[in-house]
């Protein structure tokens, strides 16, 4: 509730003044809506101040002993940044490992990350309830599942074979496998259990590898349910489309992917793959704490029943931590209005590559998942580069808070432009400079057809599944193919409407001129009444207007280019290798050039 401050003073000043007017200051201090002490206290101030002891005072307290230090400050906001899937709660945790007292509890880590900008603020929501269960023993249950996307060198993806125990989440299995075939699987199965011992039962889904179920015509057994039968393995089947009932397994790849996968280069070969998972394996096992347990480590909870060639690590309380003393961190200088902002980001397999969640995502082709890509914003360009090269320039939708906030995230102030800047933006319509021309990138369907504005356009069969660069002015579309101008035609859009094509951006080099190249072969054709011509076994149509016309074809390496007399009027990628050797055409009234 917002109240005029001058309109509440007038108003304490009415009732002050009937109170020393001589009325009773019960009667007043109802009248008004008060109580009798207010009442007193406003008018023993107006009384020592005046007017200006009428207004509020403030409440805060006059001292703060609970309040966070500012070293405390400046180490939950170095944890944030040194680990960004850290949240509140483990960063809370981490102090308490680090001697930190008193601990911030986990509202008051929220609050400093909030404060410093380091999380965005979220409207509090109800949980949703889910029905949880657990196993009371480890060793009772793992769940089993194939996961992919783990990349090598020659461009391959692996798979990966990965089990978990139900009661303590230790990873029992984590095997790279080229192919997730019903053997490999069984390998990885056995080779856990020598190494840990048998469960008592198993959980998966209804993959083949697993069942043979479901297998047509007739349900079989297989390889991996023989192996559970011969050990006296209780095999256990999902619901299908039943994903949350293996949720311990399926949360396991969320944390892979978002600690391990997405921040790896390819590795050179599935044994390369297979070492560094069994690096992450064993800090995930023996040193990161599980908030489902309490933030106690897996391998605390973990109890083998079988031989193991690695000891489970038994973490307690009184293992020595080092002391971390650092000095209090300013906080980052955040960016000046209109200051451009560069930070790195890997591109997601999906290829909606976010550049501010909730503001601004740049969509990238799915060929550069994994790839990590620099990111030049400001508030009217953002450039997207790869080994310094530009693959995508899009229009800015941030805000000069949005860079500030890009900033306390870890982003550093860029420098020039790498490219070309979006077109300008007035109200949120793109507006072309006047005389300006956009270039726009188009696929070539199987008929030789672009789509433009909802309208189709005919560039050449020749060049189906190819993408080409159209360049617009409003008067013609020139269309560039390998940097090769391969034809012109009159714009089929208005001026208007140029600014508002999807992806338009600036044209960034200059229009490729169809030169002819010095030397060049050529040769005389006439029109067929059927607008075609043949040249070196290659059938060029020109269409049934240009029957009859005697034209001549500039032979190139790559292209036939066919003149009347000056005017080009058409130009076709050459298919053809076979030596041409007529070049003249004989007949009445034909003069040999």
């Known amino acids: 509730m917002v109240v005029d401050q001058q309109a509440q003073v007038e108003y304490r000043y009415r009732a002050v003044c009937e109170v020393l007017g001589g009325s009773p200051i019960g009667e007043v201090a109802a009248r008004y809506g008060t109580s009798r002490q207010s009442l007193h206290a406003w008018r023993q101030r107006f009384q020592l101040e005046g007017m200006p002891g009428l207004t509020d005072r403030s409440r805060r307290p006059l001292t703060s002993p609970n309040r966070t230090a500012a070293e405390v400050e400046a180490l939950i906001c170095r944890l944030r940044r040194d680990h960004p899937r850290w949240g509140a709660r483990r960063i809370s945790y981490e102090l308490g490992r680090r001697g930190v007292e008193p601990t911030p509890s986990r509202a008051t880590a929220h609050r400093v990350l909030v404060r410093n900008g380091l999380v965005v603020a979220q409207t509090q929501e109800h949980k949703r309830k889910y029905r949880r269960w657990q196993r009371a023993e480890p060793m009772h249950l793992w769940q089993l599942d194939i996961v992919g996307g783990v990349p090598l060198a020659d461009g391959r993806q692996c798979k990966m074979v990965t089990g978990i125990d139900d009661h303590s989440r230790f990873v029992v299995i984590a095997a790279v496998v080229a192919v997730p075939t019903g053997r490999a699987i069984c390998a990885a199965f056995t080779e856990a259990m020598r190494r840990y011992g048998v469960p008592s039962e198993v959980l998966s889904d209804n993959g083949k590898q697993f069942t043979g179920k479901y297998n047509r015509p007739l349900p079989v057994e297989v390889l991996f349910e023989r192996i559970c039968r011969d050990n006296g393995i209780t095999q256990r089947l999902t619901k299908p489309r039943s994903p949350t009932t293996t949720g311990k397994i399926e949360r396991f790849h969320k944390t892979l992917r978002e600690e391990f996968l997405d921040h790896v280069a390819p590795f050179e070969s599935p044994a390369a793959a297979q070492e560094a998972v069994d690096g992450w394996v064993a800090g995930y096992n023996h040193q990161r704490p599980h908030q489902s347990l309490d933030m106690a480590t897996p391998a605390s909870l973990f109890r ?22 650092v000095d209090v961190i300013e906080p980052p200088t955040p960016a000046p209005d209109g200051m ?17 969640s909730g503001r601004q995502k740049v969509s990238l082709h799915q060929a550069m998942a994994g790839r990590t890509v620099t990111i030049w914003a400001d508030q009217r360009s953002i450039h997207v580069s790869s080994d310094g090269h530009v693959v995508r320039t899009v229009a800015s939708r941030l805000r000069p808070e949005d860079l500030r906030h890009l900033v306390m995230r870890g982003a550093r102030v860029a420098g020039p432009q790498p490219a070309l800047p979006a ?19 188009r696929s070539v369907n199987k008929d030789g057809v672009v789509t433009i504005a909802g309208t189709t356009h005919l560039v050449g069969f020749a060049h189906a599944g190819r993408k080409v660069t159209l360049r617009l002015d409003g008067h013609l579309m020139h269309a560039v193919l390998d940097n090769v101008l391969i034809g012109s035609w009159p714009c089929p859009i208005s001026t208007d409407q140029l600014a508002r094509l999807q992806g338009a951006r600036m044209p960034s080099s200059p229009l490729p001129p169809p030169p ?5 072969l050529r040769a005389q054709r006439r029109v067929h009444a059927s607008g075609r011509i043949l040249v070196g076994g290659q059938r060029i149509k020109l269409g049934p207007r240009h029957r009859g016309k005697l034209v001549t074809v500039v032979i190139e390496d790559t292209h036939l280019r066919v003149l009347h007399g ?17 070049l003249h055409v004989t007949g009445k009234g034909v003069t040999p050039s």
């Not at 038994?314 to 002391?323: F, L, R």
């Not at 902002?341 to 550049?355: D, K, Q, Y």
């Not at 002819?516 to 060049?520: I, R, T, Y």
């Open 304 to 325: 083998p029943n079988g031989p193991t060639r690695l000891e489970v690590s038994q973490s307690t309380s009184d293992e020595p931590v080092s002391d971390l003393v």
């Open 340 to 356: 451009a902002v560069e930070f790195e980001a890997r591109v997601p397999p999906s290829g909606e590559l976010s550049v501010l």
């Open 516 to 520: 002819l190249p010095a030397g060049s």
């Open 566 to 582: 000056e005017e080009e009027i058409a130009v076709r990628p050459r298919h053809s290798l076979k030596p041409i050797t007529r």
């Open 423 to 441: 077109l300008r933006r007035r109200d949120g319509i793109p507006m072309l400079p006047e005389g300006g021309a956009v270039e726009i990138d």
